[in-house]
């Protein structure tokens, strides 16, 4: 064997040594927790700014509608209803139970349906294009 074969063959060696030695080896598979998703988030902040400018214990006394999402005493007790919870008009007034509720509906529509669900938490008639527009031009 020639002396270029033979050094080629020690740099070979010297080389894997070095690599074993000196890289980590990381057999660990690292399962992290993602961010989830919320698909509803941005629809949730410009319904919102439409319904109370975001105000959590806003109240219209004409339609006797409560909190972030302005819920009336008709959709609450059929919410309740459907669900077999017991919330309160003033429960309504903790943002956490009012938006558990949208969910609900806006969830049985689908996510980035946003326009129908707007459009749904709304109501019915004319008046829904123009409850649209806002909504939209919040998003």
């Known amino acids: 064997m020639s002396s270029g074969i033979k050094r080629t063959i020690f740099l070979s060696l010297m080389f894997l040594i070095a690599y074993r030695v000196l890289a980590p080896v990381n057999r660990t598979?690292?399962?992290?927790?993602g961010t989830p998703v919320q698909p509803f988030s941005k629809l949730i902040q410009a319904i919102g700014m439409v319904e109370t400018k975001q105000d959590t214990f806003a109240y219209n006394p004409y339609e006797h509608a409560v909190g972030y999402f302005q819920i009336r005493p008709i959709r609450l007790n059929d919410y309740n209803s459907r669900t077999g919870h017991h919330y309160s008009?003033?429960?309504l007034y903790n943002y956490k139970i009012s938006e558990k509720i949208f969910l609900y509906y806006a969830?049985?529509?689908?996510?980035?349906?946003?326009?129908k669900i707007a459009k749904r938490w709304n109501g019915s008639g004319k008046q829904t294009a123009l409850y649209w527009k806002n909504v939209k031009s919040n998003l």
């Open 89 to 91: 008009m003033k429960d």
């Open 107 to 115: 969830s049985k529509i689908g996510p980035y349906r946003f326009e």
């Open 29 to 33: 598979l690292v399962i992290t927790e």
